[in-house]
């Protein structure tokens, strides 16, 4: 009787790349210092079937789907340094292996310092440019003195949200995503004001001509005259 050597076949180390990324969910993540919900991903070859993700070189969990990821909490696991990797298989049998990603889990309070630590400054130097942006544009309204009609700069014109009038937005306005901080020239009233269209300050514009050729500008909003009509009823017989 013929006897067969039968030797099995071992899977093969290839070379291709395997990249493993780590991406915060929630919580903190700064200079390889973590704490709260990661996901960890891993790309690779177009014929990648299976991803095993390892933490301390301990199998966490099995992908046999793309896109392969896995989530964790830093709080499952103790505090510490911790090595993250990924191990991929190829329909072709071979064994890919990321890069290995090393990371210190750290506790909630600690992370919530390292948190403040960026936070903080970050509030305090917005708060500091707002102020001095904002005392830079009163000593530039106060410069140029009376606005007039249709001169606006780079950052165009702005309508007041009170009396309706025209103004110049200035450049070194702080500039709060919706729109600038501004102070309005002709009635006092600070407010944040989007850059106005050319037909909206048309508009205004004529208005402003209006009020000056009676005699003066009229400053009072509707809302403004609203109450006060209703305020003057009070008084009526």
Not at 74 to 97: A, K, M, N, P
């Amino acid at each position: 009787m013929l006897a067969l050597n039968i030797v099995p076949v071992q899977p093969q180390v290839s070379n291709a790349s395997l990249q493993l990324t780590v991406e915060k969910d929630f919580g903190f993540s700064l200079g390889g210092r973590i704490q709260g919900k990661f996901t960890l991903k891993v790309t690779g070859p177009q014929d990648l079937t299976q991803v095993e993700f390892l933490i301390d070189d301990v199998v966490v969990s099995t992908d046999r789907e793309a896109p392969f990821r896995y989530s964790f909490n830093t709080g499952e696991y103790e505090f510490g340094v911790h090595r993250i990797s990924g191990v991929g298989y190829t329909s072709l049998g071979d064994v890919l292996r990321s890069p290995v990603r090393t990371y210190e889990f750290v506790g909630v309070e600690e992370g919530l310092r390292g948190a403040a630590g960026i936070v903080v400054p970050i509030l305090v130097g917005t708060v500091a440019l707002i102020v001095i942006a904002t005392l830079s544009t009163s000593l530039v309204g106060r410069k140029r003195g009376r606005p007039r009609i249709g001169e606006y700069g780079p950052a165009g014109g702005a309508l007041c949200q009170r009396c309706g009038l025209p103004f110049n937005r200035h450049v070194l306005s702080p500039n709060l995503l919706i729109g600038k901080l501004e102070r309005c020239p002709h009635c006092g009233k600070w407010a944040i004001v989007r850059r106005a269209t050319r037909e909206a300050l048309e508009e205004a514009e004529a208005r402003w001509v209006d009020d000056e050729a009676r005699g003066g500008l009229d400053l009072e909003s509707e809302e403004d005259k609203l109450r006060r009509m209703i305020d003057d009823s009070r008084f009526e017989s």
